[in-house]
């Protein structure tokens, strides 16, 4: 169990798993792409979306009738459809990495209110969930707002592109809700589902945990890049170089003997290659 936390943890503070964004191949695909190009991209990422995602599943987990599930997804998508339409034309955009940070926490919120926890242990009734949804799903799609304006959408037939986008994210809702649905509808006859349910939605916070933590790991990495770059060889020696320096200034090791180990950590120079190793690992260089 704790080498699966360590694995889960490490995954997620890997350069790897920054990659629920606008690729370089998405911006050169969208240069010259028409309307249906954008569907297909906006219902890609949706379905790649683990933050959306996950919270659409914290929403349906204990939603039986048909007539509900419509409801509380109806009220998300009229949430996300306009920040991620009217925000992206009018150029509203703030640091991706904070805005999916904030999504992170709605999916805890989702399963917290899931465990019941607000009458547990806040000893008062939970806020309406209809209007917290549609909230959280202005939110959800203020971040898709602030992914897609990473593309060069141009100035042209920008409105069509949106509403494209739009239009191919509702698609990837739609696919990623009937796997869900079919899921929980079979999962809900067995005796499993009773004794799990409370387990699931724990392990739901936790995630939504991990994921505010990756997201605000990639904040720092993103607000100072010359100290942390995001590439995965530079990104291992910029931790390294961190946490050997923390170490020396809490065994009050002077200034002189800090830059010695900084030195010391830095790769050596072989022509114009630098050849490092990583733990106990062979000597190579990139």
């Not at 936390?5 to 695909?29: C, R, W």
């Not at 916070?205 to 994921?211: P, Q, S």
Request: hydrophobic share 45%; glycine share 8%; proline share 2%.
């Amino acid at each position: 169990m704790k080498f699966f936390l360590f694995a889960v943890v490490n995954f997620l503070l890997t350069s790897s798993a920054f990659a629920h964004g606008m690729s370089e191949a998405d911006k050169a695909k969208i240069l010259d792409a028409g309307y249906w190009e954008y569907v297909e991209l906006g219902t890609t990422h949706m379905l790649t979306g683990y933050d959306h995602l996950l919270f659409l599943f914290g929403v349906i987990f204990f939603l039986t009738r048909f007539g509900d599930i419509v409801k509380f997804i109806t009220a998300f998508t009229i949430g996300h459809s306009i920040t991620l339409i009217f925000a992206t034309i009018y150029g509203i955009q703030a640091n991706y990495y904070l805005i999916d940070a904030v999504i992170a926490l709605t999916v805890c919120y989702k399963a917290f209110d899931n465990l019941d926890g607000f009458k547990k242990y806040l000893n008062t009734k939970s806020p309406s969930l209809i209007g917290m949804v549609f909230a959280f799903g202005l939110i959800h799609g203020f971040g898709l707002s602030t992914r897609l304006q990473q593309l060069p959408l141009g100035d042209e037939g920008i409105v069509m592109r949106i509403l494209a986008f739009n239009v191919g994210v509702e698609f990837g809702q739609i696919i990623a809700l009937t796997i869900m649905l079919i899921i929980l509808s079979g999962w809900r006859k067995t005796k499993s589902f009773q004794n799990f349910s409370k387990a699931s939605n724990v392990g739901l916070m936790i995630v939504g945990l991990l994921l505010l933590q990756m997201q605000l790991h990639g904040y720092q990495h993103s607000s100072h890049p010359e100290n942390y770059p995001l590439n995965k060889d530079d990104h291992f020696h910029a931790h390294k170089d961190e946490k050997s320096l923390r170490v020396a200034k809490t065994q009050g090791i002077g200034a002189v003997q800090v830059q010695e180990i900084k030195q010391a950590t830095t790769p050596k120079v072989i022509s114009d290659k630098p050849v490092h190793s990583h733990g106990s690992g062979k000597a190579h260089s990139h």
